[in-house]
């Protein structure tokens, strides 16, 4: 399957691995549960290693283990649910997480601009089909008000 | 007031290239139904029973005369020739084409005007009082803060799916006119001991379903830390807010179920982290107030004597002068209310060719610039008591000057059935008729300060819950029945009316009005007001008055 990463269509290197699929060799994800269950052996973990949350889950409790993690899938089950977007800005402004941000779920074009002012860096989108029209979302706005990620400065710090 | 810089223009330029491809994608199929809703609420556009609906940002009411002009030529050539204002201090068009609404918002851009963000589940337009920088008791001129907060919430990345809108009103003095403590966040300019101006911080008020009264979460918060105390509270109702059901997702519901006090930690415990990030430059806040000084007035304006002639030979003139002008802190100006609550007429109406007349006034008598308030009206804020007589001739040739601002015919009323598809009832013919049977001006003045809030649905887009009396129209089996309360208020005495007792047909909605009138004038203590008499003698007395019959 191909995504976006860093502005560039690639060809997506990782598996997402549900909670009932034996482990195996190269990049894999895992949810949440499955890291607090299994975690001395993911520990071990040959090749990347993925944590995948919702909004639902506890993301100041995972802090501790975060330097784990080579990569960082935030979970829209609708693209109205903006929980994440608090996530990512957290868990790279507050808690240093230098990896990969993934947005996964109802990932849609118009949003991908505020995604990635809030730091994630590589998308999923619900249709695979229109990624060339998707790039250019991007670029919707050349500012922002606001400091965010990719601005560590406001605005009005650069008029 | 402020004016775009290349930045400005910029973002609301890109805006409307943003929404150009989104409309096109979704005529062309590109995007459902489902995936364009949350794109065109963020543009203001409702689909509506008629025809789209397209709401305008009015940022804290403020409009320049060219900006007027350009909405009247706007609803002329893309609408029926008029628009509505709202009780947040924007105004909609009624009846655009879909297809049409790019152009318009381009048009809009081209004088400083976008629709952004005036509808969704985002941070809406910043409402203020209309009296901002010329009222006497004013600790400090909102406006500049409100424009701070208009750009940090504008395309705020982290907040643009939260769980519900969320609505953000600022007042520089204690008399509140915008309604604060019925906002997401209500912000006060407020004087501490030490002399120091900073705010005091409410959050958790809200209308619609569950009307509730905001909550203090901080006394006293010092300016610069505004952006940073804003930031954490949002980031806080983001995470924690019920997106389970969506008549539970305002933060008013948030701040209820979890308590003021647990949400005061959370707050404040978010806030310690981004605050010193987040401190506003004295630089930047210099730069914007530097935007809202004070005209050029005139030091000689109380000299005049031409004024205090009118005033004794003209009655009509008196009349209006008392109760449509309001004191300025300037000796010998005015500011002066443009009543869209003509009797007969939709509350908050206004045409393309008043529009223009109101923007010619402005430019003559008031520095070019024109208010818009949360009772739907329009100010023009620094007029001088010499040019009032000749203001008021040319407001009353349009039909703008009608004398009843703050009376019974002042009411608020929501677009209703007639025009909206979220309502269950008619409300601007009811309150056509309410004015109509009042009309007897003397007899209004002697009821005095009644604000009676009329809204067609249980989202209560006219704030009947702290209406004097209020009046909501509601469903039953298909037919429209109005549940009125009593006793309610928006301002600095807020509080939620009380349900006077079982719904009312439609037929019988004139007569309860009459008879709650009837009531208070018999209740009345010499010069009680209706809020003081219902306060004292409860809702009983109304109650019997009205359902005598039954």
Redesign the interface.
């Known amino acids: 399957m191909q995504i976006i990463k860093d502005r560039e269509i690639v060809e997506d290197n990782w598996l997402h691995l549900d909670d009932e699929a034996a482990l195996v060799a190269g990049n894999i994800t895992v949810s949440l549960a499955r890291w607090q269950e299994q975690h001395e052996t993911l520990e071990h973990h040959e090749g990347g290693l993925g944590l995948r949350l919702s909004?639902d889950d506890p993301l100041e409790e995972i802090v501790p283990d975060l330097a784990r993690f080579s990569m960082i899938v935030l979970l829209f089950p609708v693209?109205?649910?903006?929980?994440c977007?608090?996530y990512a800005?957290l868990l790279r402004e507050?808690y240093g997480f230098k990896g990969e941000i993934r947005a996964q779920g109802d990932v849609?074009q118009?949003?991908l601009?505020?995604?990635s002012?809030?730091g994630i860096n590589s998308f999923e989108l619900a249709n695979p089909n229109?990624l060339t029209n998707a790039l250019s979302a991007f670029d919707?706005?050349?500012?922002?008000?606001?400091?965010?990620v990719l601005r560590p400065e406001?605005?009005?710090?650069r008029? | 007031m402020y004016q775009y810089?290349k930045?400005d223009q910029?973002?609301v330029d890109?805006?409307v290239?943003?929404f150009r491809d989104?409309t096109r994608r979704y005529l062309a199929g590109?995007l459902t139904e489902d995936?364009f809703r949350?794109?065109r609420l963020a543009n203001g556009l409702y689909i509506q029973i008629h025809a789209p609906m397209l709401r305008i940002a009015v940022p804290y009411g403020l409009m320049s005369s060219r900006q007027v002009r350009k909405v009247a030529d706007i609803a002329r050539r893309y609408d029926k020739g008029f628009v509505h204002f709202t009780t947040r201090t924007n105004f909609q068009l009624n009846w655009p084409k879909l297809e049409d609404v790019p152009d318009i918002l381009a048009e809009l851009a081209t004088v400083q005007m976008h629709a952004i963000q005036t509808s969704g589940?985002d941070i809406r337009n910043t409402t203020t009082d209309q009296f901002a920088g010329i009222n006497a008791e004013e600790i400090e001129d909102p406006r500049p803060w409100a424009e701070i907060i208009r750009?940090?919430s504008?395309?705020?990345?982290?907040?643009?799916?939260?769980?519900r809108k969320f609505k953000i009103a600022i007042i520089g003095s204690e008399t509140d006119r915008a309604a604060t403590k019925l906002h997401d966040i209500g912000l006060h300019l407020v004087k501490n001991h030490d002399g120091e101006i900073g705010f005091e911080v409410l959050v958790g008020g809200g209308l619609g379903r569950t009307p509730i009264i905001g909550e203090q979460i901080r006394p006293f918060l010092e300016k610069e830390d505004l952006l940073s105390y804003l930031e954490a509270i949002l980031?806080v109702y983001?995470?924690l807010g019920r997106?389970d059901n969506k008549f539970k997702a305002r933060i008013k519901i948030t701040v209820r179920e979890h308590g003021i006090n647990h949400i005061r930690e959370l707050v404040e415990a978010e806030w310690v982290?981004i605050r010193d990030?987040?401190r506003l430059?004295q630089?930047?806040i210099d730069?914007v107030k530097a935007f809202f000084t004070e005209p050029d007035y005139d030091s000689n304006a109380a000299d005049d004597t031409s004024f205090e002639a009118k005033l004794a030979e003209d009655e009509m003139f008196a009349r209006w002068f008392k109760q449509n002008t309001f004191e300025h802190k300037i000796p010998g100006y005015r500011a002066v209310y443009v009543s869209l609550k003509k009797h007969g007429q939709a509350p908050g109406d206004i045409t393309s060719e008043q529009l223009e007349v109101v923007a010619d006034l402005a430019d003559e008598f008031s520095f070019g610039e024109i208010r818009s308030t949360h009772t739907q009206n329009l100010v023009l804020a620094d007029v001088k008591q010499a040019d009032l007589y000749e203001l008021w001739q040319r407001l009353q040739a349009e039909g703008l000057a009608t004398a009843n601002i703050n009376t019974l015919t002042d009411i608020i009323c929501c677009p209703g059935l007639d025009y909206c598809g979220l309502a269950n009832a008619t409300s601007i013919p009811l309150s056509k008729q309410i004015a109509d049977r009042f009309d007897d001006m003397d007899y209004l003045y002697d009821l005095g300060d009644i604000k009676i809030k009329f809204s067609g649905c249980m989202n209560g887009c006219a704030h009947q819950s702290v209406g004097h009396i209020g009046i909501l129209g509601v469903d039953k089996k298909g037919e429209e029945w109005y549940q009125f309360t009593l006793g309610g208020s928006s301002e600095a005495d807020a509080a939620i009316g009380e349900r006077l007792g079982k719904a009312i047909p439609k037929e019988e909605v004139v007569d309860t009005v009459s008879h709650l009138i009837d009531a208070y004038v018999d209740l009345r203590h010499e010069d009680e007001s209706f809020l003081a008499t219902v306060r004292r003698v409860g809702v009983d007395p109304f109650k019997e008055r009205v359902y005598a019959d039954n």
Do not use: I, V
């Open positions: 909004g693209f109205t649910d903006g929980r977007y608090s800005k507050r849609l118009d949003q601009f505020y995604m002012q809030c229109r919707d706005f050349t500012e922002s008000y606001q400091a965010t406001p605005l009005y710090r008029r | 810089d930045y910029m973002m890109q805006r290239a943003q989104q590109e995936q949350p794109l589940n750009q940090w504008t395309f705020h990345p982290e907040f643009a799916y939260l769980p980031r983001n995470r997106r982290q990030k987040l430059d630089k930047e730069r």
